[in-house]
C-alpha cells in the first residue's frame, strides 16, 4: 500500500538536522521522505543511509542553482505523482504538526476532495542563541513572531501531487488542475503563497526561520534557492528581533517522544547510533 503522507523537501547541508526532523515528521505520521541532494559537501550521505536502506528516504542527487528548489519540486510530483496520496513540500527548517496532538494524515482525510491544503507557517527566530546549541531544534528555538504580523500568513501546500500541474512562481504554491485553489484548515480557498487570514488550530508549520545568530548571518549571505533573489540586509536587525517577541512551546508535546526516537541521552543532550 502507498504511504498516505509523504514530504518532498530539497536541502543543502543539513546533516546538523536531518535526523531530528525525520524522525519529528515519522511522529507526526509521516511514512516517506523524497529528498534532493543540492550539492551538499557534509556527511549527509552517511547520515541517510539506513533510511534509504529501509525505504523511508528515497534520495536523488539534484545540482544546480535557482529555480532548483521549483525544478527539485516540479520533478517530485512527476516522479511521484502516483507513490503517496498526500505530499508536504516544506524546508528541513520546518516542521509540519498539528496543535491538537493528532497525526497529521487523521487531519488530512477530512480534505480529500480539495487539490491541496495550505498551511501556515509561525516564523520563530533565535531564542537568543549566538552560536547553534546542542540539543533539539524544537527545544531551543522557543520564541517566534507575533501571530498578528503579515509574516504569520505565508503558507506551504500539501498537495495530492496527482492534480498538480505545476510548481508555482515560489516555494509556497503549486498550480493544480482546472486552476482549482487549495484551501486552508477553514476550507477558504488560498491564492499563492499568503492566506487571507491565520489559520494555526488544526494544522501549522514551524519555521525555524533563523535558528542560532550564526546560522541567520550565513542564511543572509546564500541566494533563495526558489528566486535566485539575494535575501534583503535592510531592517534585518529589527526584523529578527520581532522574530523572538512571543514565546511558543506548542511544539515541545513531541519532546520526549522525539528524544526517545533519536536515543538522546538527556545528561549531554548526545544522539545515539540509529538502530536499523
Known amino acids: 500500500m502507498k504511504p498516505y503522507l509523504a514530504i518532498g523537501a530539497i536541502y543543502r547541508n543539513e546533516a546538523r538536522y536531518l535526523r531530528e526532523w525525520i524522525e519529528f515528521h515519522r511522529l507526526v505520521g509521516v511514512e516517506r521522505f523524497f529528498l534532493y541532494n543540492n550539492e551538499s559537501t ?20 539534484f545540482p544546480g542553482a535557482a529555480p532548483v528548489q521549483l525544478r527539485s519540486y516540479q520533478h517530485c510530483v512527476e516522479t511521484h505523482r502516483h507513490d503517496a496520496r498526500w505530499i508536504a513540500f516544506i524546508d528541513v527548517d520546518e516542521f509540519l504538526f498539528s496543535p491538537t496532538g493528532r497525526p497529521v494524515p487523521e487531519i488530512l482525510r477530512d480534505y480529500e476532495e480539495f487539490p491541496g491544503v495550505a498551511v501556515n507557517c509561525l516564523q520563530f527566530g533565535t531564542s537568543g542563541h549566538q552560536a547553534p546549541p546542542a540539543g533539539l531544534v524544537i527545544e531551543n528555538y522557543t520564541r517566534r513572531l507575533g501571530l498578528e504580523r503579515k509574516r504569520t500568513k505565508v503558507v506551504k501546500a500539501v498537495t495530492n501531487p496527482e492534480r498538480v500541474v505545476s510548481a508555482g512562481k515560489t516555494a509556497h504554491y503549486f498550480i493544480y488542475e482546472d486552476r482549482v485553489k487549495a484551501v486552508n484548515e477553514r476550507r477558504e480557498p488560498v491564492r499563492g503563497e499568503f492566506s487571507d487570514d491565520l489559520a494555526v488550530d488544526l494544522l501549522r508549520i514551524n519555521h525555524y526561520f533563523t535558528r542560532s545568530q550564526e546560522e541567520r548571518d550565513r542564511k543572509l549571505a546564500i541566494p533563495k534557492m526558489d528566486t535566485g533573489r539575494q535575501k534583503k540586509l535592510e531592517g534585518v536587525e529589527r526584523r529578527d528581533a520581532k522574530l523572538n517577541e512571543a514565546p511558543d512551546e506548542t511544539i515541545l508535546m513531541y519532546a520526549d517522544a522525539l528524544r526517545e526516537a533519536l536515543g538522546l541521552d538527556d545528561a549531554v543532550g548526545a544522539p545515539a547510533e540509529r538502530r536499523v
Open 42 to 61: 557534509d556527511e549527509h550521505t552517511g547520515l541517510l543511509a539506513p533510511y534509504v536502506a529501509d525505504g523511508t528516504v528515497v534520495t536523488e542527487d
